[in-house]
C-alpha cells in the first residue's frame, strides 16, 4: 500500500497508517452493512480506535471511502464481465450480470442512491467504481445487440440507472424478497427487438 507525497511520487505507507487504514475499511464495511451508507463517518472512526482526522487522512469524503470498502465487490463483478464475455447466449449473459449487479447495489441500505448520484459525477470518488461497470456492461450489451437479441437504441446507462432503481425499490420493501426479480422482468420485455 502506497501513500502519495507532495511531490506527487509514491511511497510505502507506515505500518500503523497501514493498520489504521486497513481499520476503517474493516469498520465501514460492518457498519454500512448495519446502517446504510449514510452512517456517520464519526462511528466508523471512533470503532476503528482512530480520530476523526486521521479517517479524512485516509479518506477525504464519504465518497472516497464508499469507493474503497466498494473495490472487492467491484473486482468480482468484473469478473462475473469478463467471465460471461463470451457466452453462447449474450442477452442471457447480459441479464445474469445486471442481476449480479442488482444484488451488489442491496448489498448496503443507500448504495444505489449513491451510485445513482454519483454516475453523472465525473469528479466523484465512488464514480471510480462506476466507470469500469458501465464499460463491462457496455461490451456485454453490445454482444447482445450484435445477435440482434437486444435493440440497438437501449443504452448501458439506462439499463445502469434501471438496476439502480430496482435496487432502491427493493430497499425500500424488504419484505417482497422477490420484486427485483420481477422488476428485472418486466423491464427485459422492452429490451427486445419489436417483432418485424
Known amino acids: 500500500m502506497t501513500t502519495r507525497t507532495v511531490e506527487g511520487t509514491a511511497r510505502p505507507m507506515r505500518a500503523d497508517a497501514r493498520r489504521n487504514h486497513e481499520r476503517l475499511l474493516t469498520e465501514a464495511r460492518a457498519v454500512f452493512a448495519q446502517q446504510g451508507t449514510a452512517a456517520s463517518l464519526e462511528e466508523i472512526a471512533r470503532r476503528s480506535g482512530v480520530g476523526i482526522g486521521t479517517l479524512y487522512r485516509h479518506f477525504p469524503n464519504r465518497h472516497a471511502m464508499m469507493n474503497a470498502v466498494f473495490q472487492e465487490a467491484k473486482s468480482a463483478l468484473l469478473d462475473h464481465s469478463r467471465a460471461l464475455a463470451h457466452a453462447e447466449r449474450p442477452c442471457v449473459a447480459l441479464i445474469e450480470w445486471l442481476r449480479a449487479l442488482i444484488t451488489h447495489a442491496s448489498e448496503y441500505r443507500g448504495l444505489s442512491r449513491e451510485l445513482m448520484s454519483a454516475s ?47 435496487a432502491l425499490a427493493a430497499e425500500e420493501t424488504p419484505d417482497d424478497p422477490g420484486l427485483p426479480d420481477r422488476l428485472l422482468d418486466l423491464t427485459l420485455c422492452g429490451l427486445r427487438p419489436a417483432p418485424a
Request: aromatic share 2%; proline share 2%.
Open 120 to 166: 453523472g459525477d465525473a469528479s466523484s470518488a465512488l464514480s471510480q467504481c462506476c466507470v469500469p461497470l458501465y464499460e463491462a456492461g457496455e461490451r456485454l450489451l453490445a454482444r447482445a445487440r450484435e445477435v440482434g437479441a437486444v435493440r440497438h437504441d437501449v443504452s448501458i446507462g439506462d439499463l445502469m440507472r434501471l438496476t439502480n432503481a430496482i
